[in-house]
């Protein structure tokens, strides 16, 4: 069994984003710039916003991060992120989700412009990656295509399921596996909470990526020997022991299917940094994209 280790895969990634960046700066060019809409303060979205902008940091970006209070109205928003999208300092701009539930957020990302689309939920993003055309990749499924590529994982007519069906991570990724191309080419069945037989659908996979959010819900009796294990998921657990009073649980029960499994992710430290990569990614090939077409 090998450990698909995205934390050190993202370091690699971002000293490669960081010379990037700095040969942009030595020719004159302009420093991408990343731009963050966070609305309340919902504990794990301040987590992961302040993992971003730590990100740009390290790679040499400007970031800037939006605060709006948990009771900003819609329209408040949508005027904020008509602002960033014509912003030409801007590259790229996300905003975090969840929302408030008084906001709609399919309304939120389509009003984002598809060419400042980072995280690649835009239904123009999305439309392009069903057709395999240019597009910005959703940044959760963008980071597990990539670590499959760079641990050279063949994914060539594999048997791949997908647990988990939003349209963050399990709607994509089905669709990217499926995909001609590499990694991709894979036979795919994508399984939600109305699948029948669950277990016997996830034993024929070759390929397992739980994003459902039930911590350790994959236990080794569900996997065949020798599959190739992603654990997307993340759920904070009351954990007394730890400072920050929680620990964090995939969707895999990690140490038995481990033992079945030939490669798996950890959680932490697998899926969770090449998520943030990917967005690090995205932004890069926003602002080299306004410089083709300026
Ligand atoms: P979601 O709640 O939007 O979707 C969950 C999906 O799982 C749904 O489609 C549902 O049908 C399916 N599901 C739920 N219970 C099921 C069951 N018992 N059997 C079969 N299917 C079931 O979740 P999401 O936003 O896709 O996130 C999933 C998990 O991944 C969460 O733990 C989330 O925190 C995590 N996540 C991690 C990253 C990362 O960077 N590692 C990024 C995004 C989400």
Do not use: W
């Amino acid at each position: 069994m090998q450990v698909l280790d995205g934390k050190l895969l993202s370091l690699t990634i971002k000293q490669e984003i960081a010379q990037k960046v700095n040969e942009i700066k030595l020719n004159d060019g302009k420093t991408p710039h990343l731009a963050a809409i966070l609305v309340g303060n919902d504990g794990a979205s301040e987590t992961y916003v302040a993992s971003k902008v730590k990100s740009c940091q390290e790679v040499g970006f400007k970031s800037t991060l939006v605060r709006l209070g948990a009771d900003v109205t819609e329209q408040e928003l949508l005027a904020q992120i008509n602002m960033l999208n014509n912003d030409d300092d801007i590259d790229g701009f996300i905003v975090q989700l969840p929302l408030p539930r008084h906001i709609d957020e399919q309304k939120i990302v389509q009003a984002i412009s598809p060419d400042k689309d980072v995280d690649g939920f835009h239904p123009v993003n999305v439309g392009k990656m069903v057709q395999n055309l240019p597009s910005f990749l959703p940044a959760t499924p963008f980071g597990i295509l990539t670590l499959l590529k760079r641990n050279h994982i063949d994914t060539n007519g594999k048997h791949c399921v997908v647990i988990g069906r939003s349209n963050i991570v399990g709607m994509p990724m089905s669709i990217l596996m499926a995909r001609k191309d590499n990694p991709g080419n894979c036979t795919v069945t994508l399984c939600h909470s109305a699948t029948v037989n669950l277990k016997e659908e996830i034993l024929r996979a070759d390929i397992i990526i739980a994003a459902l959010g039930k911590p350790e819900f994959v236990t080794a009796d569900m996997v065949k020997e020798g599959a190739v294990v992603i654990d997307v998921g993340i759920t904070r657990i009351k954990d007394e022991s730890k400072k920050s009073g929680f620990s964090l649980k995939g969707d895999v029960k990690y140490d038995e299917v481990a033992k079945k499994a030939s490669f798996i992710t950890p959680v932490p430290g697998g899926v969770g940094p090449m998520t943030v990569v990917s967005l690090m990614l995205n932004t890069l090939k926003a602002a080299e994209n306004k410089k083709i077409v300026q």
